[in-house]
Structure formats: structure tokens, C-alpha cells
Nanobody, 126 residues
Framework: QVQLVESGGGLVQAGGSLRLSCAHS????????MGWFRQAPGKEHEFVAV????????YYKDSVKGRFTISGDNAKNTVYLQMDSVKPEDTAVYYC???????????????????WGQGTQVTVSS
């Protein structure tokens, strides 16, 4: 069973930075992929970023490219989301997700993931 715990959320002014962390436990950390999703009030759950462990390839939602960076630290069993130049539209609950095997779904699709954290609130003030 996969356990994921996010931290690092909070209130930040537009243009500022925030770093989210996701501590992973319960299985071998070398999962297929680790991703970040978010959900704003009244909006659907949406993909933000993902890192594919075997290749270290990363993919991002278009609106966060160049501003957000996903990275992982195997020694600490942790994945990070560095959020720079944040905007009010980045306000949402951010969820960490783990894909422990290749399922055939796109890594941008929540169905590709079999472990989820409880979420951490990020609020960007204008």
C-alpha cells in the first residue's frame, strides 16, 4: 500500500514562491511515476506536473511551464513541486499521486495513479 503525505502549502502573494513536498512510504520508492494534481473550488481535478522515474522525464500543464518544477529525492523518498512566479489562478488544493506501475493511461490522467495524498491548500493573493 502506498502512503503519501503532502506539506508546504500556505498563503503566498502573487509573484512569490512556494515549495510543496510529498513524502512517500509503504512501497519501493522507484515507482513508475509521481505526479501533482490540483483542484480549485468549483473546478475539476487537473494535472499539474509529473516525473517519470526511470527516465527522469518531466511533463507539465501548459499554464505552469517555466514557473513550476517537479523533482524527486530517492534518498529521502520525497518528491517536490517548486512553484515560482505564482498567480492567483494557481490557488487550489494540491495533491501528490503515485503510479506504482505502468497502467497504460497517460500520466496526465488521474486513472494512471493508484496512490494519493490528502492534499495541501495553496492560496495565492493578488
Amino acid at each position: 500500500q502506498v502512503q503519501l503525505v503532502e506539506s508546504g502549502g500556505g498563503l503566498v502573494q502573487a509573484g512569490g514562491s512556494l515549495r510543496l513536498s510529498c513524502a512517500h512510504s509503504g512501497r519501493t520508492f522507484n515507482n513508475y511515476a509521481m505526479g501533482w494534481f490540483r483542484q480549485a473550488p468549483g473546478k475539476e481535478h487537473e494535472f499539474v506536473a509529473v516525473i517519470i522515474w526511470n527516465s527522469s522525464n518531466t511533463y507539465y500543464k501548459d499554464s505552469v511551464k517555466g514557473r513550476f518544477t517537479i523533482s524527486g529525492d530517492n534518498a529521502k523518498n520525497t518528491v517536490y513541486l517548486q512553484m515560482d512566479s505564482v498567480k492567483p489562478e494557481d490557488t487550489a488544493v494540491y495533491y501528490c499521486a503515485a503510479s506504482t506501475y505502468y497502467s497504460g493511461f497517460s500520466v496526465r490522467d488521474p486513472h494512471a495513479y493508484d496512490g494519493w495524498g490528502q492534499g495541501t491548500q495553496v492560496t495565492v493573493s493578488s
